[in-house]
């Protein structure tokens, strides 16, 4: 079993940064990769970003909600600490949504553990 809890998140203006945190905990050696994915208002999850947890490659939705993702979010890990990281950058009023990580692990390479989400909002 994996823990995940989540941090960060809040209210920023359009234009603005925030970083999202993810804690894991328990079996993280058995960790494969981990992920962001959100959700948005009255819409279905999406994923955004996922980071293979051994080697640090990343890897990127094309797009969300229309808008870029690589350029303005940045995924990333400390693997020593066992912590998962968002940094979101250039933040649009689009990018409002519930935001989770998730970890695969190795046994199965799905996403079976998530985070309890945290909200993004962004003003116009």
């Known amino acids: 079993q994996v823990q995940l809890v989540q941090s960060g998140g809040g209210l920023v203006q359009a234009g603005g940064s925030l970083r999202l945190t993810c804690a894991a905990s328990?079996?993280?050696?058995?960790?494969?990769?981990m992920a962001w994915f959100r959700q948005p208002p009255g819409k279905a999850r999406e994923y955004v970003a996922s980071i293979r947890w051994s080697s640090g490659d990343t890897f990127y939705a094309p797009s969300v909600q229309g808008r870029p993702v690589q350029g303005r979010f940045t995924i990333s890990r400390d693997s020593a600490k066992n912590m998962l990281y968002l940094q979101m950058n250039s933040l649009e009023p689009e990018d409002t949504a519930a935001y989770y990580c998730a970890a695969a692990p190795k046994s199965t390479i799905q996403y079976d553990y998530w985070g309890q989400g945290t909200q993004v909002t962004v003003s116009s």
């Open positions: 328990g079996r993280t050696s058995s960790l494969f990769n």
